[in-house]
């Protein structure tokens, strides 16, 4: 039996993907959670053998959620849903010791298919967004200048991303004209839409 613990924010999804595996012979999910911050507690506690997680979740992120599983359980295999196909996150993912990366708007019978596949000791990759992520390259963003960009993403001034931060604003001005200039763009606004589009932030 493969045990499998399930982290999407949604609840309509989550429940959705509770009972389509419910289905499936040979799967069981012992734990669905909603935010990231949950995933850790949760799978210490049922042990699962597959961690479908979702990138985007409250708390913390399903990449860093994944970076953690496999510190402290390395025998959980995880597989990445994920509504964008970005092809930074996937770089992020692998390097996350990531088995399997799944859009979400992927067949039943392609996840299910994963999730057998990686729970024998396989990887389930899309292989257009394989070639996407080798054309894209890793961010050429420091972890700052992410940060920074990210914050500036949710609307938030120059000021308030140091005081978040605990950077001066010229500091931040800083790894914004940093930020633009790594990604080509003309202007802030245009920095955060090139680094999400390319999974960087």
């Known amino acids: 039996m493969i ?6 924010d949604m609840p309509i999804i989550r429940k959705a993907l509770v009972a389509l595996l419910a289905l499936e012979p040979g799967l069981q999910v012992v ?11 949760a799978a210490l506690d049922v042990r699962p053998g597959i ?10 992120s399903g990449l860093d959620a994944a970076e953690e599983l496999h510190r402290h ?3 959980c295999k995880i597989i990445i849903l994920t509504g964008l196909g970005r092809p930074g996150n996937l770089l992020r993912a692998l ?4 088995r399997g990366f799944v859009v979400k708007d992927a067949p039943v019978e392609t996840l299910v298919d994963g999730i057998r596949r990686v729970a024998a000791g396989g990887r389930v990759v899309d292989p257009d967004l394989v070639a996407a992520a080798l054309d894209t390259g890793a961010s050429p963003l420091t972890t700052r200048e992410a940060d920074v ?4 993403g949710d609307g938030h001034s ?9 950077l001066s604003p010229a500091t931040v001005r800083n790894y914004l004209s940093n930020a633009i200039a790594k990604t080509g763009a ?5 920095a955060i839409r090139a680094a999400e589009r390319a999974g960087w932030i």
């Open 73 to 75: 359980l390395p025998d």
């Open 149 to 152: 960009l990210r914050i500036a």
């Open 3 to 8: 045990r499998i613990l399930i982290a999407e």
């Open 95 to 98: 390097s996350a010791h990531v």
């Open 186 to 190: 003309r202007n802030r606004i245009g």
């Open 51 to 60: 961690a479908l997680l979702d990138i985007d979740l409250p708390g913390i």
């Open 31 to 41: 734990a669905d959670v909603g935010r990231g911050d949950e995933i850790m507690p």
């Open 158 to 166: 120059t000021v308030q991303i140091g005081r978040m931060l605990s």
